[in-house]
């Protein structure tokens, strides 16, 4: 008869125990400081940037080629500016980045800017999410600009 008691009670604790716990916050950098959090959105403009350049890479080595290999190397060269810029320079990285992007436009054919398009909205989303004061992660430079090498390695032969 004890154990009937207790079942209630136990459940009653276990219920008000529970009750009190705020839902789990979806936003990654909830805490991080300033600076990190711009460090945080850098290296996800990095990862983007990245994702890019790898799209137009792999579309050039379709048959039929989705892009041509002198707009593989007009991508790379914009990667590989602005990823510099955004590991060296923690406040001034985004005028680059919208700089370099219409030179890319103006030097790209226009049906190839169109297969681009989803990703460059990707990256001008990113742009206006601009947080001043953060550089990205260097781990994440060093191996993007590593990727740089290879493709133009790659694609100069």
Do not use: C, M, N
């Given at each position: 008869m004890k154990r009937i008691r207790l079942i209630p009670l136990l459940a009653l604790v276990m219920f008000i125990g529970c009750g009190g716990n705020p839902p789990a916050s979806t936003d990654p950098t909830v805490n991080l400081s300033a600076s990190g959090k711009a460090s945080y959105q850098a290296t996800k403009v990095v990862k983007?940037?990245?994702?890019?350049?790898?799209?137009?890479?792999?579309?050039?080595?379709?048959?039929?080629?989705?892009?041509?290999?002198?707009?593989?190397?007009?991508?790379?060269?914009?990667?590989?500016?602005?990823?510099?810029?955004?590991?060296?320079?923690?406040?001034?990285?985004?005028?680059?980045?919208?700089?370099?992007?219409?030179?890319?436009k103006d030097s790209v054919p226009a049906d190839q800017w169109a297969k681009m398009q989803p990703w460059i909205s990707l990256l001008t989303t990113l742009y206006d999410q601009f947080v001043p004061g953060g550089t990205a992660d260097p781990a994440i430079v060093d191996a993007s600009l590593a990727a740089d090498d290879l493709l133009e390695l790659a694609f100069a032969q």
């Open positions: 983007s940037l990245d994702l890019l350049r790898d799209i137009v890479a792999e579309g050039e080595k379709q048959t039929p080629k989705v892009f041509q290999p002198d707009v593989v190397l007009k991508v790379v060269a914009y990667h590989r500016k602005v990823v510099r810029t955004i590991g060296t320079v923690p406040d001034g990285w985004k005028s680059v980045a919208l700089a370099g992007l219409t030179e890319l």
